[in-house]
């Protein structure tokens, strides 16, 4: 058997059992896709982050995302998570990371947290009529889309999001079973997390219903409610179950994710 270290990381968190959960994975080499979809199954968790030592040149470390039923091409808080265990690990102020469809992503220290350069994501007007009887009975006053599997419902209020009772089997077969996120978004006026943007997010066709804090997402929805708010820096707040905050700066092309870590499993991982 082959034996590997292995580190469950709370992302976009300040303390245990909130933000996102993350198992983080560190390779001598990649196996096959089959054992890496095996193991994502196994961990269970919405994202595995599986690193390898990049002897391209191009960055530090290969970086590759796992959901329990396939591969993806961007995670953010895995790569958050991913991050913080190699800065703990093995100090320095940032890391970089090669990406098979998503380029090269950096995580950085910034004051007691981290912050994570993500491409921009941005989304057109668009439609998803289909979608929007599944999400639950509010009803979304713009719709908006990316050819990667992002559709953005903006909603009213805070309390339209957190009313949503998505019928997730339905999504995932208007997916195709295939990585779709369906964002659900609103003005945070009002809520109890201060935040001024807040979201929730549903990925039935990857086996993750609802997200608890997603990256990715959030690439999404920067330049969209930094062009919706006039500003390129606003505070967002994921209402999932075990919730999570996060900061959000546009700039330029990048879309930079603040948020703190906290390792809550550290040991050994054999397959």
Not at 33 to 42: C, F, K
Not at 153 to 174: G, K, R, V
Request: hydrophobic share 45%.
């Amino acid at each position: 058997m082959t034996t590997v270290p292995y580190w469950h990381v709370d992302a976009f968190a300040a303390r245990p059992f909130g933000g996102n959960q993350a198992a983080v994975m560190i390779l001598d080499a990649w196996p096959d896709d089959a054992t890496l979809t095996a193991i994502g199954a196994e961990n269970n968790f919405a994202e595995t982050a599986f690193v390898v030592r990049d002897a391209s040149g191009a960055s530090d470390w290969e970086l590759r995302w796992f959901t329990p039923a396939c591969e993806i091409r961007l995670c953010g808080h895995a790569t958050l998570a991913a991050g913080h265990v190699l800065l703990e690990r093995d100090g320095g102020e940032r890391v970089t990371f090669r990406t098979r469809q998503a380029g090269v992503l950096e995580v950085r220290r910034d004051g007691e947290g981290y912050a994570l350069a993500l491409p921009a994501i941005r989304a057109e007007p668009g439609e998803r009529a289909e979608a929007i009887p599944l999400l639950g009975e509010a009803k979304p006053q713009r719709v908006w889309r990316h050819p990667d599997g992002y559709t953005v419902l903006l909603y009213a209020e805070a309390a339209e999001i957190a009313a949503l009772a998505p019928e997730f089997a339905a999504l995932a077969e208007l997916s195709g079973h295939r990585f779709e996120q369906f964002i659900c978004t609103a003005p945070g006026a009002g809520h109890p997390s201060g935040a001024e943007v807040v979201s929730r997010v549903f990925v039935p066709g990857a086996a993750v219903d609802e997200d608890s804090v997603t990256g990715s997402a959030h690439a999404v929805l920067t330049p969209l409610w930094a062009g919706l708010l006039g500003r390129e820096r606003f505070t967002a707040h994921q209402a999932s179950a075990r919730g999570g905050n996060l900061t959000c700066q546009l700039d330029g092309d990048t879309a930079w994710l603040g948020g703190p870590c906290v390792t809550v499993v550290e040991g050994t991982f054999s397959f």
